[in-house]
């Protein structure tokens, strides 16, 4: 019998991964996480490919969409995260990531964002956070921290 649990709540961890320029071009929705080409967004996606109970632990924070599901269906889109933009997104992306939390319960998070999303998100509820605003220079640091919570 599968333990359908276990693939929710463990191997523990949430990533949060901020969007990027580079993206699919698309004619229609594609998963979030599916749809950004660039910065370290295909190495989180690599890393949960084929996993569904994984790939539920992994959150995008959108400069359009604002925080979503990496299964969220999105299209091609060009918005950069502006002042205006910050201020709305930090109405509700708390919200969203408590309610992620609430029903996904992880004791860590990853968060790969340049510091004008991670004020978007604001405090993550959640014994320990890693906050690295640079990860294309960082990718080892960020393979030890999935490798800790034993992600493939």
Same mark, same amino acid.
């Given at each position: @019998?599968?333990?359908? $649990? $276990?693939?929710?709540? #463990? %191997? #523990? #961890?949430?990533v949060v991964v901020a969007c990027c320029k580079e993206k699919r071009v698309t004619? &229609? %929705?594609v998963p979030a996480l599916d749809l950004y080409e660039g910065w370290v967004v295909p190495l989180i996606r690599d890393r949960v490919a084929g996993r569904s109970g994984l790939r539920s632990r992994v959150l995008v924070l959108s400069a359009l969409y604002g *925080?979503?599901? &990496?299964?969220?269906p999105v299209s091609t889109y060009e918005q950069p995260m502006t002042r205006g933009r910050a201020r709305v997104l930090a109405g509700t992306a708390p919200a969203v990531l408590r309610e992620h939390l609430a029903r996904f319960p992880s004791s860590e998070a990853l968060? *790969? @964002?340049? %510091? %004008?999303? $991670?004020?978007?998100?604001g405090p993550v509820p959640v014994p320990r956070a890693h906050l690295i605003t640079d990860p294309m220079e960082r990718h080892a640091e960020i393979h030890a921290v999935l490798d800790s919570w034993s992600w493939p």
């Amino acid at each position: @019998m599968t333990n359908v $649990a $276990a693939e929710h709540d #463990g %191997p #523990g #961890g949430l990533v949060v991964v901020a969007c990027c320029k580079e993206k699919r071009v698309t004619t &229609a %929705p594609v998963p979030a996480l599916d749809l950004y080409e660039g910065w370290v967004v295909p190495l989180i996606r690599d890393r949960v490919a084929g996993r569904s109970g994984l790939r539920s632990r992994v959150l995008v924070l959108s400069a359009l969409y604002g *925080l979503v599901t &990496a299964d969220t269906p999105v299209s091609t889109y060009e918005q950069p995260m502006t002042r205006g933009r910050a201020r709305v997104l930090a109405g509700t992306a708390p919200a969203v990531l408590r309610e992620h939390l609430a029903r996904f319960p992880s004791s860590e998070a990853l968060l *790969l @964002m340049e %510091p %004008p999303y $991670a004020q978007v998100l604001g405090p993550v509820p959640v014994p320990r956070a890693h906050l690295i605003t640079d990860p294309m220079e960082r990718h080892a640091e960020i393979h030890a921290v999935l490798d800790s919570w034993s992600w493939p």
